[in-house]
């Protein structure tokens, strides 16, 4: 045995010799890097970029609702032509700004820059591999997202808009260019962009599974995963099964814009005119559509879940309470995700009994949820809590998760939704369950693992300011929404001065803007206080939370291949903290059983001898067995 | 290198999970292509339960293309045994036969599309007609795609010695063709069956 090892350490030596002899310019280093750890940040600067740009539009369209006889004259310099003399907004620009914000925070940040940064950074670095099963892939993923960024991105600029149907694209109104000025290139170019998006997705995807799966360390079993990693893994497996199904939504759409079918088109006047598209159905195109978009929603969502359990677990200093009942949670999600799509066409003219089959299956997503909700709660319960703002940012996930979550229950419902449907109540569930809530799953990854990825800390101070400022702002636009929803005012509508029932709303209207904007102004305290540290922070130990998982296990500046020398083996789960016995109130991920006598339950000292096996494991080093 | 790799894996207990990510990455690829036509299969399925929908014979030229495919599919795996046997020679030979019925099956296809118009069904006109041309050009574009592969694989089989990693190449090629076989003979029952 010791002959084969010291044959490995030679190995080794004269490997990683080698490797530090590969220099890199800077295009390799910097931009077209095919290391894990430097596409993560792509992502997450890419995704800060456009949340900016998504987040300013919200604020434009809210002024217009909230204050509609504003003079907007000031956005000229911006805006342009999308501002009329007399300082109004556009109507049509106005579906635009909607139709951007939608695309913008669902697809660019919350599944690029979401998944795109966490599952990157963390999984190689979590599960103790060098860097992801194909480095390359890895790179044209990020690469693909960024041609698809660019085609958005230049659809804002057109003479005539971008897409304005909605981020949901429904046919005839994304089919014709007659519609709307923006069906015609600005749909164009929204169709493009969101097949190279697509196929960037895809390739993000494959490879986290597969890294996950066939790059783990010796002794990293899947009972051993931390839950981030569980989480990265099943919304890969998710955007693997429901993308294509976009794709191939997509792909028809078009077919039928472009030359002609009639997959969703039929029996269409145009100024007295019949086009001679016969036999579409546009319901078609909602199938499909959701099929996609409602696992999407769980793509957003489960990484920030799988981030606070992670940080609400070393925060609280205790065991993640219901590892596996987390686990199986997720699973449990992850499944209904793919069989209640059509909750979002209750109104659509389904057969009732098809509405009941859906309702039913869309509320059983609360046991699961509820499941994932109690765990958070009772792995706090009696922590000894360290506020820190990644901690602050995973109990407010938990706060929205619930608050938001309640509202699903309502809208699950068939029979309800005939009144909630396409209202403000609706706009004002999903921001809170998805939208806030991963955002705040973002911010508590970015603050919890800003030390790993820059070597330096950010200012906590600021941290719990912003935490503050965007939980109470949060709420503030939120909970009147949905009281907004209930009076009837339906969304995407440009204004609502015209009808009697809405005048006596207009000052909570007005309520929900002013606090949209309060919460906007917030982010840049986030903004300055990420941008300056990455420069200027204070530099970070290398276990600043006193965290189990193996990245914490790294140098402080991580190089190309993450550990210097060999990768450590895993011999417990990521979640022994405040261990009764334990010397100190957290015990790595690679410290063995054998060296934690006074801690050990009865069970794990019969594990002591399994450490053997574990050590004579191959090291799963793809530096030395190239893939 | 890898040889000395393959002895060490025989001394040693097996690793946390002993599966090749390169094939991983090719089968996790494949289940992206399946939901893609599953989507359309249930669009399909979807659309035609709804009424309004011509209903059209299959030119036979389709039957023939099956089998040519599936010849193709035989092919294929003789390229696979003569790899492993080391056999360069009928290697290429098996690869080059794999590719020009690969180009023939493409072929007739088209000639199906040919038919198709004679008999006045047309791309643009009834969703059936439409899904026809959509599920056979989806799986002609796929195709191309493994015919590319095929060109790398002939490519790898003239480096003279076939060592670990050129079988690699042409096991990840052969299991990517008999899927697109396989594809089509799914699609080819799927319209068969539901005209």
Not at chain 1, 129 to 157: C, E, H, K, V
Not at chain 2, 40 to 54: F, H, I, K, P, T
Request: proline content about 4%.
């Amino acid at each position: 045995m010791s002959a084969i090892v010291g044959a490995e350490s030679i190995h080794e030596h004269a490997e990683s010799h080698e490797h530090h002899h590969v220099s890199q310019n800077f295009w390799q280093k910097y931009i077209f890097s095919e290391d894990h750890k430097v596409i993560a940040k792509q992502y997450l600067i890419t995704g800060i970029i456009w949340a900016v740009i998504g987040i300013s539009m919200s604020v434009i369209f809210r002024i217009q609702l909230g204050m509609p006889d504003s003079n907007l004259s000031w956005l000229k310099p911006v805006l342009g032509q999308w501002i009329s003399d007399s300082g109004k907004l556009d109507p049509n620009f106005y579906l635009a700004l909607v139709t951007m914000h939608g695309t913008i925070m669902v697809f660019f940040v919350l599944t690029a820059g979401l998944s795109g940064t966490f599952s990157n950074f963390l999984i190689p670095l979590q599960i103790g591999a060098r860097d992801m099963a194909s480095g390359f892939m890895n790179m044209l993923s990020y690469w693909f997202f960024f041609l698809a960024s660019i085609i958005m991105f230049g659809s804002i600029f057109l003479q005539t808009g971008p897409a304005a149907g909605g981020w949901v694209i429904y046919p005839p109104l994304s089919a014709l260019p007659e519609a709307h000025p923006g069906s015609g290139m600005g749909m164009t170019l929204w169709l493009t962009s969101m097949a190279f998006f697509i196929v960037s997705q895809l390739l993000g995807g494959i490879n986290y599974i597969t890294t996950v799966i066939n790059l783990r360390t010796r002794g990293m079993s899947f009972d051993r995963l931390p839950l981030t990693i569980w989480a990265f893994l099943i919304t890969a497996v998710l955007g693997l099964i429901s993308f294509p199904v976009l794709l191939s939504s997509v792909l028809l759409l078009i077919m039928d814009r472009h030359f002609g079918t009639s997959f969703y088109l039929s029996d269409i006047y145009i100024n007295g005119e019949a086009l001679p598209n016969v036999g579409g159905s546009p319901i078609l195109f909602q199938h499909l559509f959701w099929f996609l978009g409602h696992p999407e929603v769980y793509i957003v969502l489960l990484p920030g879940l799988g981030i606070t359990s992670e940080v609400i677990a070393t925060n609280a200093r205790k065991p993640i309470f219901g590892y596996r009942a987390m686990i199986a949670s997720m699973l449990g999600i992850a499944f209904l995700a793919f069989i209640v799509w059509a909750h979002h066409m209750f109104v659509t003219g389904m057969n009732p009994f098809l509405g009941s089959v859906f309702m039913f299956l869309t509320l059983i997503i609360a046991v699961p949820s509820a499941v994932k909700g109690f765990n958070y709660i009772t792995t706090l319960w009696r922590g000894n809590i360290v506020f820190t703002p990644g901690m602050l940012f995973s109990i407010g996930l938990v706060s929205l998760f619930v608050s938001g979550g309640l509202t699903g229950i309502i809208l699950g419902n068939s029979a309800l939704d005939i009144q909630l449907h396409d209202t403000y109540f609706v706009v004002a569930h999903f921001h809170l369950v998805m939208g806030a809530a991963s955002a705040f799953g973002l911010f508590a990854g970015v603050y919890h693992w800003f030390p790993k990825m820059f070597g330096r800390m950010m200012n906590p101070t600021l941290g719990q300011l912003h935490f503050w400022l965007s939980f109470i702002g949060i709420y503030m636009v939120f909970i009147p929404m949905h009281y907004v929803g209930i009076a009837g005012f339906p969304r995407r509508y440009y204004q609502f001065t015209s009808y009697d029932f809405t005048h006596k709303f207009m000052d909570m209207n007005m309520f929900i803007s002013i606090a949209a904007i309060f919460s906007f102004l917030a982010q840049f305290i986030f903004l300055w206080n990420f941008f300056y540290s990455i420069f200027k922070g204070k530099k970070a130990p290398k276990n600043p939370w006193r965290s189990n998982t193996l990245e914490w296990t790294t140098p402080v500046n991580v190089g190309h291949g993450n550990w210097e020398g060999e990768i450590p083996a895993v011999y417990r789960w990521s979640y022994d903290y405040s261990k009764p016995g334990a010397k100190e109130d957290f015990i790595p991920q690679n410290v063995p059983y054998s060296q934690t006598l006074e801690s050990n339950l009865p069970h794990e000292n019969e594990l002591i001898a399994t450490e053997k096996e574990i050590e004579a494991q191959n090291f799963n080093d793809q530096f030395k067995t190239a893939h | 290198m890898e040889d000395v790799q393959q002895l060490k894996m025989d001394k040693e207990p097996q690793e946390t999970l002993s599966m090749d990510p390169v094939k991983f990455i090719l089968w996790l690829f494949l289940v992206t292509i399946v939901m893609l036509f599953a989507s359309q299969s249930s669009a399909y399925l979807v659309r035609r339960a709804e009424g309004n929908w011509l209903e059209f014979q299959m030119p036979t030229i389709f039957w023939y293309s099956t089998v040519v495919l599936l010849a193709s599919s035989i092919t294929m795996h003789w390229a696979y045994i003569m790899a492993k046997k080391d056999e360069i020679k009928r290697l290429k030979l098996a690869i080059s036969i794999t590719f020009a019925l690969g180009l023939l099956f493409l072929a007739m296809q088209f000639q199906g599309w040919k038919d198709l118009v004679e008999m006045n069904v047309y791309f643009v006109g009834n969703p059936s007609g439409s899904f026809f041309y959509v599920f056979t050009g989806l799986h002609g574009f796929h195709i191309i795609s493994g015919l590319i592969v095929l060109v790398f694989a002939l490519f790898a089989s003239f480096k003279l010695k076939a060592n670990v990693k050129n079988l690699r190449q042409i096991q990840i090629c052969t299991t990517y063709w008999h899927f697109l076989d396989l594809l089509w003979v799914y699609l080819f029952v799927f319209l068969l069956t539901f005209n």
